[in-house]
C-alpha cells in the first residue's frame, strides 16, 4: 500500500539531546513537508523540500535540520538548540506542478522533553 | 499579516443544518486550495482540493474558491455529530518555492 510512514508514534527525549523523526513515502512524490503542531493550534512549517538534496527553510526552522538524500526520506532533527520542542510533528508530501499537489500526512510523532 | 487566516471558532450548529467555514489568503499567486479535517490527537485528512473560481461539490461538502477576493470556503450540509473536528485551510503555488501553508484551522460543534 501506498503511504507516508511516519516513526516513532511517541518520542522522548532528555535535555540537551538530539533526536531525529523519521518520515519516509512510497506515493512517489517530489516535495515533502515537515510541520509542528501545539496543542489547540494550527501547523506551522518547519522545512519543506522540492527535490532531492534540496530544502528551504520555513517559519520555524532554528533548532531544527534536515536532509533529503533519497527521494523517499525526509528525515527531520530536533536539536539541542530547539528550547521548546514538545510538540506534534507531521510529516507531509504531495506532487509538484501543476495541478492534483494534494499533500498527504503520516499518522505524527508526538515529541516530549522529560 | 498571515499568510492564510481562520476563526478559530468554534463554530456550534445543530444536527441537519448547514456549516460555513471561511479562509482568507495573502498571496495572490497562490494556485492550489485545500481543506483538510482534523480529529483530536490524529493527523490531517484530506477533505478537498480546488483550484479554479466557482463551486467543487463533492457529496455532502462544496468547496468556493473566489480569487479575486482571496476567499476560499467549505460548506458542509447535513452536518453529523461525526463532523466535529478542526477544519484547516491549506494554500499553495504551483510555481516558483511551492511551500504549503495552513490556516490555523476553526473547529467545527455539531450538536445532536
Known amino acids: 500500500d501506498g503511504g507516508i510512514t511516519q516513526s516513532p508514534k511517541y518520542l522522548f527525549r532528555k535535555e540537551g539531546q538530539n533526536v531525529t523523526l523519521s518520515c519516509e513515502q512510497n506515493l512517489n512524490h517530489d516535495a515533502m513537508y515537515w510541520y509542528r503542531q501545539d496543542p489547540g493550534q494550527g501547523l506551522r512549517l518547519i522545512y519543506y523540500?522540492?527535490?532531492?538534496?534540496?530544502?528551504q527553510k520555513g517559519d520555524i526552522a532554528e533548532g531544527y535540520s534536515v536532509s533529503r538524500e533519497k527521494k523517499e526520506s525526509f528525515p527531520l532533527t530536533v536539536t539541542s538548540a530547539q528550547k521548546n520542542p514538545t510538540a506534534f510533528y507531521l510529516c507531509?508530501?504531495?506532487?509538484?506542478?501543476?495541478?492534483?499537489?494534494?499533500?498527504?500526512f503520516g499518522q505524527g510523532t508526538r515529541l516530549t522533553v522529560v | 499579516q498571515k499568510e492564510v487566516e481562520q476563526n478559530s471558532g468554534p463554530l456550534s450548529v445543530p444536527e441537519g443544518a448547514i456549516a460555513s467555514l471561511n479562509c482568507t489568503y495573502s498571496d495572490r499567486v497562490s494556485q492550489s486550495f485545500f481543506w483538510y479535517r482534523q480529529y483530536s490527537g490524529k493527523s490531517p485528512e484530506l477533505i478537498m482540493s480546488i483550484y479554479s473560481n466557482g463551486d467543487k461539490e463533492d457529496g455532502r461538502f462544496t468547496a468556493q474558491l473566489n480569487k479575486a477576493s482571496q476567499y476560499v470556503s467549505l460548506l458542509i450540509r447535513d452536518s453529523q455529530p461525526s463532523d466535529s473536528a478542526t477544519y484547516l485551510c491549506a494554500v499553495k503555488r504551483n510555481t516558483g518555492f511551492q511551500k504549503l501553508v495552513f490556516g490555523t484551522g476553526t473547529r467545527l460543534l455539531v450538536s445532536p
Open positions: 523540500s522540492q527535490i532531492v538534496n534540496d530544502f
Open positions: 507531509a508530501s504531495s506532487t509538484e506542478g501543476g495541478r492534483d499537489t494534494e499533500a498527504f
